[in-house]
């Protein structure tokens, strides 16, 4: 089912999901199924699985360095379907543009849509890690619009090379990233939201968004976008810090502030135990404020690990 209907089917009542991120190539899937089952009880209608891009690897050859291009976790769908089959839950793999052709796009596209995946997240990736800036990979999309469209011409049978006239097209509902502290590429918020309007205008069925540690952000960030005449579900996506490098990591990788009261507490945790606390309580006070505004979903970004976000959504759920 689509994310669009359950938030439907919900009726104004705030729905329970969260994100996971296939493990490391080599490792076990069961680690995975470990962190999802105490989750399960809070019944999120869908789970979003994240896809990394590729990177580069230096493998020592008799003292030689051997650069190698490779994928750390890949997965991605074997993992949508896996969960979808162990736990009878819909999932959203994410497509990114970086790192990819538009062929190898419309196959996945085409894996998805023959394992009755319903959803998918379209998004642009980051630039690889030693590169400063996004470059679009050879025959690859350069921003999230020309994915989203891509995703939409194929709802309607329009492949890259021909148009199939089928009763047998996808429908998949599209999902796009916002950004409440705007995209650190943005020249400003505001056009980061004009932005986003493409995305939607050329088809994206709801937004979900970069993590915030203000709810200020985001409900400052849902008006504008109204504003600006976006309309589709705008789901706000948060995190638990859960170590104390977290207050310099995530600031750099994500560029979101951190709040003062909040960094105060960490800074004044003993240990990363407390530093957890600390980030289960603030996100527990983040959901009950966001659920009593009634957003339709509560997103968390789980990181892997599942203790924090069973101690939130106790609380909050
Ligand atoms: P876009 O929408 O393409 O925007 C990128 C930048 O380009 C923005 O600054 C925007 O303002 C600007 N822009 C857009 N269109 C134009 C245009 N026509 N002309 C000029 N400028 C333009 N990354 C991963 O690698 N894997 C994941 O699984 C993943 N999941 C994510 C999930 C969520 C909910 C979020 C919020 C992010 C996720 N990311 C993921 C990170 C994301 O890939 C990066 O933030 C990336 O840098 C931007 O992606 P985007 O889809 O927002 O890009």
Redesign the pocket.
Known sequence: MKVTEHIKKAKGETLFSF?I?PPVKGRSIQELYDNIDPLMEFNPPFI??????EEYVYIDRDGLLDKKLTRMRPG?LGICASITHKYNVDTVP?V???GFTKEETEYLLVDCHYLGIDNV???????MKEEKY?EPTRGGH??????VKQVKGLNKGNYLHEVIETDNCPDFCI?????PE??????SLK??I???K??IALGADYV????FFDNQKYFEFVDAAREAGIEVPIIP?IKPIAVKRHLHLLPQV?RVDIPEDLIDAVENCKTNKDVRQVGIEWCIQQSQELKEAGVPVL?YYSMGKSDNIKAIAKEVF
């Open positions: 994100e991120i979003d699985v994240t896809t990394s891009r991605t994410h990114l543009c970086g997240m379209a998004l642009r990736g980051d630039a996004f350069r921003f999230a619009s020309d994915l999902g796009v990233a916002g950004y705007k995209h650190m590429e943005a020249p056009s980061d004009k932005r986003l493409e995305k979900v968004t970069q993590m996506g994500f997103h």
